[in-house]
T-cell receptor, first 109, second 114 residues
């Protein structure tokens, strides 16, 4: 059973607007959450993370929010740029890494 | 993806053939992982190795074997390839401490089994 879920396979956003990518998880024991970005023909690269003791972490244009009671995290990209077009995976760690199925973001110039 | 290398980049096999995917890291980390990525399925863990000489099964180990002969290298072997093993395979290492660690990925091997 999928412990980390990304229910939106794709998302299109205009350049300059906000992109919001969502992720839900089922295991309350997860204590660290990450977002990865993947371009075609490349391996995933780490983007941003958040520990379970926080509810927000910012890094430049990227902010991750964690709602532990809802078992939900989201990635906000503001402003979105065409170079942000990629597949985004969320991940959670317990005794091992669990990845979501990915959301393909397209930023339209 | 400097630091984790994978060979080959592409491979086409016929059903029943065998092959070994190679992964090497120059970052001197203990933990190494093999994932497969399939459309709509995300990244699924096949096997991992917490340290030299140890290996453990992940979520989807059937049809695969692994070998961690030294700290630097972690190989994935398909003894008798099946079309269901057509996928993109990623090797990764774990960077960080305790629970707060990241996975650092190689560039991937795209495998097609006919």
């Amino acid at each position: 059973d999928q412990q980390v879920k990304q229910n939106s396979p794709s998302l299109s956003v205009q350049e300059g607007r906000i992109s919001i990518l969502n992720c839900d998880y089922t295991n309350s024991m997860f204590d660290y959450f990450l977002w990865y970005k993947k371009y075609p023909a490349e391996g995933p690269t780490f983007l941003i993370s958040i520990s379970s003791i926080k509810d927000k972490n910012e890094d430049g244009r990227f902010t991750v929010f964690l709602n532990k009671s809802a078992k939900h995290l989201s990635l906000h990209i503001v402003p979105s740029q065409p170079g942000d077009s990629a597949v985004y995976f969320c991940a959670a760690t317990g005794n091992q890494f669990y990845f979501g199925t990915g959301t393909s973001l397209t930023v339209i110039p | 993806n400097a630091g984790v290398t994978q060979t080959p980049k592409f491979q086409v096999l016929k059903t029943g053939q065998s092959m070994t995917l190679q992964c090497a890291q120059d970052m001197n980390h203990n933990s190494m992982y093999w994932y497969r990525q399939d459309p709509g399925m995300g990244l699924r863990l096949i096997y991992y190795s917490a340290s030299e000489g140890t290996t453990d099964k992940g979520e989807v180990p059937n049809g695969y074997n692994v070998s961690r002969l030294n700290k630097r290298e972690f190989s994935l072997r398909l003894e008798s390839a099946a079309p269901s093993q057509t996928s993109v395979y990623f090797c990764a290492i774990s960077i960080g401490q305790g629970s707060y660690n990241e996975q650092f990925f190689g560039p991937g091997t795209r495998l097609t089994v006919l």
